[in-house]
């Protein structure tokens, strides 16, 4: 990572790193200390109190919130590094006391390294912040296909199973899914572009956000929903027969959780409870039926409807929705959609690996390892349902 020698003034409220790489900028990491109106540069009533980079219909953009930021439709302007960026939407944020407004921009480019201002100007005053544009070695992310054979879906599940990838069931929406809104359909890949139909019913029934892994030579479902919370636990070895294994195991029915296996062991990754609840802690177990609790509280903000995998030695945690999002995003729209991503080798000490990926900040994804690659699919992002399909390449 190359920086300025000399570090300036950092007087304003923010923290943020940048990076630019082949011409793009990303917004990495976002810290603000104070969301509340009346900063060192609010004298004139126009501040930004949060911004951070945004997908808007596909394009990546910055999302500037604040006060005082809009007079009209063509006032503000806002600047990057000294380059005017384009302002490609305004608006009032609903039920905020002070009031505050969205204006959302265009990244220009290319900007050399180094500290930047991010500077919004109307015909009230100004605000700016401080940003720092680093160069960066980035993982690269490509799109396999935009619509794959399967309908549009969220809280399934994929892995792999004999060289292959899975897409097994999910909530679709409208009876997209044979005239259900709740899908019992299998799916199977062997590039993520051309996908095969294993079963349009399995003796499951339908149902969404359970979870599937690969273990004992088997492909599992465990539980879900579907018509009420279930802890069943189901296994096949062909994708079209299945075995129901137990009608309830011993732990409690739990939705949008992940269970995978790593070290000669399942672990589940905790969801959510009945009340809505989201946690954060770790579980194992070498049989199913005794668990350990790993550790209580893992670094990453408790959430549910993230995916899990394992990658590179280590279990991995993608996405997901939480209470908030950054301690900001979800406390202005009641939104908690996120993009972050998260290693560990034991389970107890957990890595960020980033804070912005680069698809749309999503949860009830799935997400599996094929080809020396972390899939990520579909999901449920913040402009509707996907069935994207993005990859994370290995790191020269």
């Not at 079209?240 to 294994?245: A, G, M």
């Not at 770790?282 to 005794?290: H, R």
């Not at 202005?332 to 000490?349: E, F």
């Not at 449920?380 to 994370?392: E, F, I, P, Q, S």
Request: with cysteine; charged share 15%; glycine share 10%.
């Amino acid at each position: 990572m190359r920086k300025n020698s000399q570090s300036p003034d950092l007087s304003e409220r923010f923290d943020t790193s940048i990076s630019t790489h082949a011409g793009n900028i990303s917004v990495l990491q976002t810290t603000v200390s104070n969301l509340s109106p009346g900063g060192p540069d609010s004298t004139d009533g126009v501040e930004i109190t949060f911004f951070q980079e945004i997908q808007f219909y596909g394009t990546p953009a910055l999302e500037l919130n604040g006060t005082n930021l809009v007079i009209s439709q063509t006032d503000p302007t806002v600047t990057l590094g000294g380059q005017a960026c384009i302002v490609l939407s305004t608006a009032d944020i609903p039920n905020t006391n002070p009031s505050l407004q969205q204006v959302i921009v265009n990244l220009p480019g290319p900007i050399q390294a180094g500290y930047h201002k991010l500077k919004l100007t109307n015909t009230q005053g100004n605000s700016e912040v401080s940003t720092l544009l680093s160069d960066i070695a980035e993982s690269t992310w490509a799109q396999a296909t935009a619509s794959a054979a399967f309908s549009v879906r969220s809280h399934h599940t994929s892995h792999i199973y004999d060289n292959k990838i899975w897409v097994i069931g999910g909530y679709t929406g409208s009876g997209r899914c044979d005239g259900s809104s709740v899908c019992s359909d299998i799916w199977s890949s062997t590039d993520g572009i051309n996908w095969t139909l294993a079963t349009d019913r399995a003796p499951w029934g339908d149902r969404y956000l359970q979870t599937s892994i690969v273990y004992d030579n088997k492909m599992w479902v465990i539980g879900g929903y579907g018509g009420g919370y279930k802890n069943d636990v189901w296994s096949s070895t062909n994708g079209i027969n299945w075995t129901q294994v137990t009608a309830s195991a011993p732990w409690t029915a739990r939705l949008r959780n992940t269970f995978i296996v790593y070290d000669n062991k399942m672990w589940v990754i905790r969801g959510s409870g009945s009340d809505g609840t989201s946690f954060n802690d770790v579980w194992s177990s070498t049989d199913g039926i005794t668990w350990t609790q790993v550790t209580a509280s893992a670094a990453w903000t408790a959430r549910r409807g993230h995916s899990s995998v394992v990658y590179d030695n280590k279990m991995w945690v993608i996405g997901g929705y939480g209470d908030g999002y950054e301690g900001v995003y979800g406390d202005l729209y009641g939104l908690g959609h996120r993009k972050d991503v998260w290693s560990s080798a034991d389970g107890i000490t957990w890595t960020q690996v980033t804070a912005f990926a680069a698809w749309t900040a999503r949860y009830t994804h799935s997400s599996i390892v094929y080809d020396n690659k972390i899939w990520v699919i579909g999901g449920w992002a913040t402009d509707g349902y996907k069935n994207d399909v993005w990859h994370l390449s290995p790191t020269p």
